[in-house]
């Protein structure tokens, strides 16, 4: 979108900013573009702020058996075929109706659970289990979400709970049941998958009820406003905005430097940035 990088903004600042008054730095031109873009970005939703990320919901999985003793965190497999890259993942032991946190996958038929297994039983030897997905990372920055919609129902909207109202105790009735589609998900932390997940770090939403088929959410949501740091960074502003982010930085500094003119280079500015916001409505 953008034709402008960073170090080519700056330059053009540069020039604007002519008059021998001025005590403007590099940095204080940095500063300034970076201040006016968020200024921009943040200004209306634009269409160019749009954009959408792709949720792949997993299948679950319970091929084999496992055996697990009271007070270890190891759980041993017969005849599974785990993924040892596999993140985020949950286990349900058959007998037991609460769920175990998986921390990671040693092997095909090893993995460590997040804290020790409790139960009335002391060994479970070739349980039936259950490894499933509910909880899932996004875009390190997924801006302000619009809505997560379900493609394979017609475009089905998903509704979000809030984190403190999301109650387990009222809906833990249904948790397991194997319904076709996600119809709710709340905030669920950020991904604290060890190494060499890719994805740690990043905000996490969980679902309900669990899904336990493949398919794909899409989640729509506005960009975020992302500093320029590099000369070659460049915006994510159409190149006719870049032209009212210049003359903002150059209104910015010489206000700060008390250059008169300053007002009119901010009104032609505000007026443009107007003008587009109309136009987009």
């Not at 021998?20 to 209306?44: C, E, G, K, S, V």
């Not at 039936?128 to 379900?150: A, E």
């Amino acid at each position: 979108m953008a034709y402008r990088s960073f170090a080519q903004l700056e330059a053009e600042l540069r020039r604007e900013l002519s008059s021998p008054l001025m005590r403007a730095t590099h940095y204080d031109m940095q500063q300034a573009l970076n201040d006016d873009y968020r200024f921009i970005t943040t200004f209306y939703n634009w269409n160019f702020l749009l954009d959408r990320y792709d949720i792949p919901l997993v299948s679950s999985y319970n091929t084999g058996t496992v055996t697990v003793t009271q007070g270890s965190t190891a759980v041993v497999g017969a005849l599974t075929t785990w993924n040892t890259a596999w993140t985020n993942k949950k286990i349900l032991l058959s007998g037991d109706n609460e769920e175990k946190e998986v921390v990671s996958f040693g092997s095909t038929t090893t993995l460590t659970l997040r804290y020790p297994y409790n139960s009335s039983a002391t060994v479970l030897t070739n349980s039936g289990y259950m490894i499933y997905q509910d909880s899932f990372p996004l875009p390190i920055s997924p801006g302000r979400d619009l809505s997560i919609v379900n493609p394979l129902f017609q475009w089905q909207p998903i509704n979000k709970w809030d984190r403190i109202s999301f109650d387990y105790g009222t809906s833990s009735w249904g948790r397991f049941l194997a319904g076709v589609r996600p119809t709710v998900y709340t905030d669920d932390g950020t991904d604290t998958s060890p190494s060499p997940s890719t994805t740690t770090g990043q905000p996490k939403i969980q679902f309900w009820p669990l899904t336990l088929t493949a398919q794909d959410l899409v989640l729509r949501f506005f960009r975020q406003f992302t500093p320029l740091a590099l000369p070659t960074d460049t915006t994510i502003l159409p190149p006719e905005f870049e032209e009212i982010l210049i003359k903002l930085s150059k209104a910015r500094l010489k206000q700060r430097d008390g250059i008169p003119g300053w007002t009119d280079d901010r009104a032609i500015a505000m007026q443009m940035l107007l003008q587009f916001r109309e136009a987009a409505a």
